[in-house]
T-cell receptor
Framework: EAGVTQSPTHLIKTRGQQVTLRCSPI?????VYWYQQALGLGLQFLLW???????NRGNFPPRFSGRQFPNYSSELNVNALELEDSALYLC?????????????FGPGTRLTVL | GQNIDQPTEMTATEGAIVQINCTYQ??????LFWYQQHAGEAPTFLSY????GLEEKGRFSSFLSRSKGYSYLLLKELQMKDSASYLC??????????????FGTGTQLKVEL
């Protein structure tokens, strides 16, 4: 069974640009979560999508946004990039139909903002 | 708040046993997860506890005490490949419904010869 996939693997952008990151969940999973992990810091929760709807949002400015498609894949958009947006962006998926609702992570997208 | 505390770094010897502790605020608790994360890679799920007690999975075990807001991850027969960051993550029930998973900053474990 394929795991969570993310694209691209690496990305280099300059300040002020916009970026779109993509995530495909494990087959059968309906929830997708986005996290930011800056160098040396813990995972910071960004967004949670379930069944196509945004369910919860972390303490990030509105220039971080996303969506979930009918096939449960998801996009994370970051507008007006700033240097401090440089980080590993991790996507996770889960199946909320089981009590554990464990999140499984993709390999991440390494974003560098110059 | 939803603070999670775990030690920043630990060092242990190959073949030994190490215990990584995690404390959290108990209000709204709805499950605790441990993940392993090697440098530059995604976190990998290790264990899940929602009831008090010990869950054993091969060389790894995880313990939970809900009343104390305390968990630990026990790694036995340490191997060099166990050198990684170990993340404690707590799921809380949100007042408006649904739940939220919050991660600790991780414990960087270094296994030495």
């Amino acid at each position: 069974e394929a795991g969570v996939t993310q694209s691209p693997t690496h990305l280099i952008k300059t300040r002020g640009q916009q970026v779109t990151l993509r995530c495909s969940p494990i087959s059968g999973h309906t929830s997708v979560y986005w996290y930011q992990q800056a160098l040396g810091l813990g995972l910071q929760f960004l967004l949670w999508y379930d069944e196509g709807e945004e369910r919860n949002r972390g303490n990030f400015p509105p220039r971080f946004s996303g969506r979930q498609f009918p096939n449960y894949s998801s996009e994370l958009n970051v507008n007006a990039l700033e240097l401090e947006d440089s980080a590993l962006y991790l996507c996770a998926s889960s199946f909320r139909g089981v009590p554990t609702d464990t999140q499984y992570f993709g390999p991440g997208t390494r974003l560098t903002v110059l | 708040g939803q603070n999670i505390d775990q030690p920043t770094e630990m060092t242990a010897t190959e073949g030994a046993i190490v215990q990584i502790n995690c404390t959290y605020q108990t209000s709204g608790f709805n499950g605790l997860f441990w993940y392993q994360q090697h440098a530059g890679e995604a976190p990998t799920f290790l264990s899940y506890n929602v009831l008090d007690g010990l869950e054993e999975k091969g060389r790894f075990s995880s313990f939970l005490s809900r009343s104390k807001g305390y968990s630990y991850l026990l790694l036995k027969e340490l191997q060099m490949k166990d050198s990684a960051s170990y993340l404690c993550a707590v799921r809380w029930i949100l007042t408006g419904g649904g739940n939220k998973l919050t991660f600790g900053t991780g414990t960087q474990l270094k296994v030495e010869l």
